[in-house]
């Protein structure tokens, strides 16, 4: 009955009897015959095959809910034993967002094998809903993302903060603004979440340039949201797809852009100077996203740790925005 349950799952997964025989090396006629089987015992069709691609019926749902519970079960007893035979050695599957991967990650994994050699990583990188899916198919063992997840699926602890300053080229910083700028080398020692960090109001940066992201994207929105707390609106010169794109062309001098303390610690960049944003809008919390129910195994709350180590999860209480993501 267990290849059944697996030949199942896979053709939920793909959409797709053809698809699903290919993954699990199945002639697909040798499929067919065995979901077919399945389905003449409990009277009732699992799948509807009107529909391209496949869709669930009533009794196909609850088929694959219960087929979900049944893997959390056998995964969640393979990783206890696995914790009692081998604490420091097996396998651990990360999924993250290409922020997440790019700019807070590269010191985790570093550290992380240098402690725990024998344990193999994989790391996996797209977009929050397609990682989501990946771990509700069991095809990585934690995500890390910043927008928050739906709680009957999920759990989540909030592992590292990061901050949103404005970066602004030195050419057009007031002049009476540069003494409360920081260098990239404070914004890397957190000099900005200190309570006797100089803060320079934002409306002083009024008529400056401004580069900010097309409407689609959260950032924008909190960018919008920090300019009217401060009382103006921000002069667009360029609006672009990536905080990347916005972070080099203000490092060309071509306006300022709200970044994040990772790009400034990374990019090491003398041509800007850098405000602290006294906003909740200017704080993101990064998840650690797991299965609901899922056993965390040693070498996962020990990877969590090291990602923790990365920020302090300090800062402004998350905002609307954060909970778009």
Known sequence: MQAELNYIFEVYRTGSFSQAARNLY???PTLSIAIKKVEQAIGMPL?????QPLTLT??????????AEIRQIEENTARELDDLRQMDAGELRIGGTQYFNSYVLPDVLQDYQAQYPAVHLTL??????????????GETDIN???????????TSQAVCADHLLLAVPRAHVPEDAIARGLSWQEVA?????????????LSDFHETPFLLLTESNQLRTRALAICAENGFSPQVRFCVEQLETAWHMARHGLGATFVTEFMIAEGQDDRLLYYKVPSPHAVRHFHAILRKNSYISHKMKCFIALVQQRSPVAGAPSTDAEQRG
């Open 144 to 154: 890390f993302r910043s927008a928050p997840v739906e709680e009957e699926r999920f």
């Open 58 to 67: 009533e009794a196909g749902r609850i088929y694959i809910a219960r087929i």
């Open 124 to 137: 996996r990188e797209d977009n929050a809903n397609r990682i989501d899916q990946w771990l509700l198919d």
């Open 47 to 51: 799948f509807d095959r009107s529909q």
């Open 26 to 28: 199945l002639t697909q």
């Open 189 to 201: 020692a957190h000099r900005f979440l200190q309570d006797d960090c100089p803060v320079q109001a």
